[in-house]
């Protein structure tokens, strides 16, 4: 008779870390498609509302990612998942270059809210416009960090599938 071979059950911590993955994925894929549907927007107007629902989301990507990254490294020391380590990993860099952003994101909404003095703090001798256009490495690692919290939020959804059809 053959013997059967057990697969592996579902390590709770890396169940936890995939959900939090996911909620990373929704929330790079929320604030990209108020990112893309608002800055033209902001941009040309400089309104307070539009201005802060972009932050608003900015806050609540940089925020999960963060929090998912960590659940991602804590699965690994708890219960020894390498891809969670890896991936959550990918979701620190992606936290990582948000961070990035904070300084432009904090100057576009005191400019929206008619704070210049403020601003000005920051972003020093330059033109609010010139500091937005020079800020193109940030804008890039911005959509890279998109782009990888995307691709882990995809492995999760792939990697919770696989939990529930083993159970």
């Known amino acids: 008779m053959p013997k059967m071979i057990k697969k592996p ?3 709770r911590s890396d169940i936890v870390f995939r959900k939090w993955a996911l909620g990373a994925f929704f929330s790079a894929a929320l604030f990209g498609s108020v990112f ?5 927007t902001i941009l040309d107007s400089g309104k307070a509302v539009p201005m802060s629902i972009l932050f608003a989301a900015y806050v609540i990507y940089t925020g999960v990612t963060a929090v998912a990254a960590v659940m991602g ?17 990918l979701l620190c860099a992606s936290a ?32 609010v416009s010139e500091f937005i256009t020079s800020q193109r ?20 959804i792939v990697r919770l599938a696989t939990y529930k059809n083993k159970q």
């Open 96 to 127: 990582i270059f948000a961070l990035v952003n904070i300084r432009l994101a904090v100057v576009m909404l005191l400019e929206s809210f008619g704070k210049s003095e403020a601003s000005k703090k920051l972003i020093g001798e330059q033109s």
């Open 73 to 89: 490294i804590r699965a690994y020391s708890r219960e020894d998942v390498g891809a969670a380590l890896f991936q959550g990993l």
């Open 9 to 11: 059950q579902a390590k």
């Open 36 to 40: 893309a549907a608002l800055i033209k």
């Open 137 to 156: 490495t940030a804008w890039v690692l911005m959509a890279i960090g998109l782009g990888l919290c995307i691709a882990v939020g995809v492995l999760a």
